[in-house]
């Protein structure tokens, strides 16, 4: 019989049988039953991957212990050039700063007629006078006094007026007044306000001036909103100004102004320049852009020098004022070097017209730029130095 009857023999008859072994003459083995799913054998291997069609089997990671929960690595965030990127909040995006508009000359006239659309920004000469009215408007402790000296002709009394209404303009919050303390019939008030009728023998003989109110009465002011006490008329009868009335007279002023404007007279040996010495924080000497008017305002410094008063030389500042509009260069630097290597700052202002014949002075409207460009720096240069003088006793409290 073939192996294919047998086989189709077996399929007739029933489950197989065990075969006997060959060796084996026994009665043939027990029935099989399919075992429980549990106890199927486990799957025969698949080939090796060097068979083709087979890829190669998976091979099962050893087991380990789950590691300890670590925070999340904090990677910085890379770097990126240029401006960051605006996060949307809901809101419209920040606007990029505005460039400062242009006040003054040909780049405000390009600003006007583009109707913004072209902002150079402002010029050279502006961005300067911005960063010399952030010193003169800084802070201050105490209340201060400034003296002006020089020879006649050179420009004194247009020097002490003009650095008065600029600290007065820039400094609104506080009061400021200049003094004439020159006894050869001084012109501050003229520069100032020709209609002050008050006086040294008014403020001092007057027990009953105790408010502010009732001292404004007896000064005049100008439009950049300072205050000044003039000396006596050459019209009206002499009288002599002596310290002690000028001593009362100032104590009494400096209860109610924050800055007084000195301006002294030409002669050093006069008893009311002394007196006016004795307490000023900075002073100014003034002096012609000349060899001449040099050498008269370097005599002044030696004189405070050798009066023991080294420390105020060290607040003291030089003004080359050209007042008449013939100075050369040359002469100039020269002079100016002179000063610069004594350890003064010096300031070099040039000619105005609107200086010169006299009248009152406006230093907003009537100063050329360029000149109030310099007085800018010159009275910044004094707003510096009152950082570094100790407060004052304030006598008496102002109302």
Known sequence: MTEREDFLRDRQSGPPQHPASPADDGPPTEQWTMPPNDQWPAPPA??????????????PAPHQPPPAQQ???QHPAPQQPGPQPWLDFGGAPPAAPRKPRPTSGWRRAVHVATFGLINLGPSKAERRADELRAIIQAPLRSYYKVGVLGKGGVGKTSVAASVGSVFAELRPADRVVAIDADTAFG???????PTARGSYWELAGDRNLESFADLKARIGSNAAGLY????????????????????????????????SIID????MDAPVTQEALRDLDALIVVSSP???????AAQT???????????????????LNDSDGHADKKTKAALSQQFTSRGQVVVEVPFDPHLRPGGVIDVSREMAPATRLRFLEITAAIAGHFSVVPPHSVPGEAN
């Open 187 to 193: 012109r501050l008030g003229s520069r100032v306000d």
């Open 290 to 296: 000349w060899a001449d008017g040099a050498g008269a």
């Open 264 to 267: 002294c007279g030409s002669t």
């Open 228 to 259: 000044v006490l003039a000396g006596e008329p050459a019209s009206t009868r002499r009288r002599v100004l002596d310290p002690a009335i000028y001593r009362e007279a100032a104590l009494r002023l400096d209860r109610h102004f924050t800055i």
């Open 46 to 59: 698949p080939p090796a991957s060097g068979q083709p069609g087979f890829p190669p089997p998976p091979q």
């Open 71 to 73: 925070p999340p690595a």
């Open 301 to 319: 410094m030696e004189w405070l020098a050798n009066h023991g008063m080294s420390e105020l030389l060290r607040r003291t500042v030089v003004v």
